[in-house]
Structures are given as C-alpha cells and as structure tokens.
C-alpha cells in the first residue's frame, strides 16, 4: 500500500514539472483591452517614475501642469474635471504645486468666488522639459510600434475614454 501513495507522489512531481517548462496559457487575458492596458501600463509607469523624479512629478502632477501649460487661466473645476481628481484632493495637490512655486493661483475677473490658474515662469519651464521627457520616454516605451501604429494606438484608446 505505500507503493500507490509513493507513485502518485511521483506522477504529481512529474506533472508539476512539466507544467513549470509550459508557457503560461494567457490567451483569455490577453483578449481582454483592459488586461492589455494594465500590462502596457506597468511596462511604462517605472520609466515615467524615473525620469520624472528629477522633477519631483508624479503623473497627476504631471497632467496638472502640462493642461495648465496648454490652458491658462482655467478653474479648479475644470481643472478637476479633466484629470478625474476630486476637488478636494485637487486643491492639496494645486497647494503642493503652488508650494514649490510652479503655479499661481488667482480670483477669477469673472467670478470672484472662484480661482484661476496659471503656471509661473518656473512652472512653465519646468513643465515644458518634462513635457520633453515624457514624450522621449513614450518613445523609448513603445519602440516596437512604428508611429503610425502608436498614433492609432492612442486614438483607439482615446475612443474607449473620450466616448
């Protein structure tokens, strides 16, 4: 009887064995959009994290700054709306920002009981190198793509988001 335990033993080992030299079966996974994101997102997050840390930015602050570049004098509620942060957590972030002197904040000519933004010179060269590394590490992230296939990378994606 201890013969029949013992050879199960080996036949499960074996097959253990044989399944760790498989490749792992991801089809089902990799049918998935959101799957892909994700991992497409994990390969390009460390290279943001890293060259952006010269700046101090993390990729909201990031955001914040360039849509403030590109559009000057918006509100926080616009502002909000468009990086997806809540208001509340907005305004520490617009506070850290304004710390570190990248931006300012001013009453609003139209509406006194709200706040525009703008970047200071110091927030407006600032933002403009990392815009600079942000699209050479883009680059260097999808360097498989030709640029026709990262340009409708991003308008696939921006389909799924923008709709």
Same mark, same amino acid.
Request: proline share 6%.
């Given at each position: 009887?201890?013969?029949?335990?013992?050879?199960?033993?080996?036949?499960?080992?074996?097959?253990?064995? /044989?399944?760790?030299?498989?490749?792992?079966?991801?089809?089902?996974?990799?049918?998935?959009? @959101?799957?892909?994101?994700?991992?497409?997102? =994990?390969?390009?997050?460390?290279?943001?994290?890293?060259?952006?840390?010269?700046? /101090?930015? !993390?990729?909201?602050?990031?955001?914040?700054?360039?849509?403030?570049?590109?559009?000057?004098?918006?509100?926080?509620? %616009?502002?909000?709306?468009?990086?997806?942060?809540?208001?509340?957590?907005?305004?520490?972030?617009?506070? %850290?920002?304004?710390? %570190? @002197?990248?931006?300012?904040?001013?009453? #609003?000519?139209?509406?006194? !009981? #709200?706040?525009?933004?703008?970047?200071?010179?110091? @927030?407006?060269?600032?933002?403009?190198?990392?815009?600079?590394?942000?699209?050479?590490? /883009?680059?260097?992230?999808?360097?498989?793509?030709?640029?026709?296939? !990262?340009?409708?990378? =991003?308008?696939?994606?921006?389909?799924?988001?923008?709709?």
């Amino acid at each position: 009887m201890t013969t029949q335990p013992k050879k199960k033993k080996i036949e499960l080992i074996d097959a253990v064995q /044989e399944a760790a030299e498989q490749p792992l079966d991801q089809r089902v996974l990799q049918d998935l959009v @959101g799957y892909n994101c994700r991992r497409a997102y =994990i390969r390009i997050m460390p290279l943001f994290e890293k060259r952006m840390a010269k700046y /101090e930015l !993390r990729p909201v602050d990031f955001s914040v700054l360039s849509l403030l570049k590109a559009n000057p004098n918006i509100n926080q509620k %616009r502002l909000s709306a468009a990086v997806n942060v809540s208001p509340p957590n907005l305004a520490i972030l617009l506070d %850290r920002l304004q710390d %570190r @002197g990248l931006l300012l904040r001013q009453r #609003s000519p139209l509406d006194r !009981r #709200s706040q525009t933004l703008v970047l200071t010179p110091a @927030g407006l060269a600032m933002c403009t190198k990392a815009e600079k590394t942000a699209s050479e590490l /883009e680059t260097d992230a999808t360097s498989a793509l030709t640029d026709a296939e !990262r340009a409708q990378l =991003i308008e696939l994606l921006q389909k799924i988001y923008l709709e």
